[in-house]
């Protein structure tokens, strides 16, 4: 009986393992490029799929969208640092020229965002991470609801607010405990933050170590039911790169939780205008180009001090 009993305990880790590397979607998405980049980069992306359960409503737009964008770099010493790169970044699209960042997806997909957020940061990307908004909603009810925070002080955001693009509903100050749909809204809003892109950046982070926070509970290592539900939640609107499997996730996992924890690294790149306006592409962010690359090198390095970092000058 105890034979049978270990056997069943170490057969489970196993077969979800299995079941669950089986479940990824990948994508070509890598750019060949020596590596010279110390430690290990990830490319996080959210995709903003119109339709589906959880994403967001049919409302003409054609073509994939990234409404997140985030850099993970876990260097071989010092602090893991998570960057959010706003998506309507002034940027050098190859073959394309000056755009938003978010427009290298819709021009060439996974493979296009990874060569502009090489050439825009000098890190090599090992990872590539993608998911859809909708899987996120379900991700969050699939743990049960996760708190967030608003602090008009800190977040720039006039109290109550209510912004129909996104759907985000917020009354008064402090947390509360969201569905996945309130997630969802909560990490796209930005017409009501004076800081824009730069606010929405910090919300959305929140929106994942909130998540990330929920995964790790330990009660989970009970519950069967419900890791099956978490995996089939997390994975089955997963897209990652061709060499990701179920352990490069975990290992991720891992650095995200570094980067979010209180010894971690986390913010925007430095940024000189968020309404810089060149030629006719509309309001976009422009990065500082002067701060830029030393901030970049430090990353690399793991020299910069833990806390957060970046935003406007």
């Known amino acids: 009986m105890l034979a ?63 409404d997140t964008i985030m850099v993970l770099h876990d260097p071989p010493s010092g602090p893991v640092a998570l960057i959010s790169l706003p998506r309507d970044t002034y940027v050098d699209i190859p073959g394309h020229g000056p755009a938003k960042l978010n427009a290298a997806y819709a021009y060439g997909g996974a493979p296009l965002l990874v060569q502009t957020v090489e050439q825009l940061s000098g890190l090599h990307v090992d990872h590539y991470v ?48 969201v569905d996945g749909t309130a ?75 570094a980067a979010t924890g209180p010894g971690g690294v986390r913010g925007t790149p430095p940024i000189a205008s968020p309404d810089y306006r060149p030629g006719d592409i509309g309001s976009t962010v422009l990065l500082d180009p002067d701060a830029s690359p030393g901030f970049w090198a430090a990353v690399t390095n793991g020299t910069l001090p833990p806390g957060p970092v970046g935003g406007l000058g």
């Open 130 to 177: 993608e998911v859809g908004l909708g899987g996120v909603s379900q991700l969050v009810d699939a743990v049960g609801g996760v708190e967030l925070c608003l602090d008009p002080a800190v977040d720039k955001i006039q109290l109550p607010v209510f912004d129909p693009d996104s759907g985000m509903s917020w009354d008064a100050p402090g947390c509360k405990v």
């Open 183 to 257: 997630a969802v809204a909560f990490s796209r809003m930005r017409k009501a933050d004076a800081e824009g892109d730069i606010g929405r950046a910090r919300r959305q982070q929140q929106v994942i170590q909130a998540v990330a926070s929920a995964a790790a509970d330990r009660s989970l290592l009970v519950a069967p039911g419900r890791q099956v539900a978490l995996i089939d939640a997390g994975l089955g609107s997963l897209v990652v790169d061709e060499r990701t499997n179920v352990i490069g996730l975990g290992r991720l996992a891992l650095a995200f939780r």
């Open 4 to 66: 049978v009993l270990l056997a069943l305990v170490l057969a489970w880790p196993i077969g979800l393992m299995i079941w669950a590397n089986g479940k990824i979607q990948r994508v070509d998405a890598l750019s060949g490029t020596p590596d010279a980049t110390p430690g290990t980069t990830y490319l996080l992306a959210g995709s903003d799929a119109r339709g589906g359960a959880g994403g967001i409503p049919e409302d003409g737009t054609e073509g994939g969208r990234t």
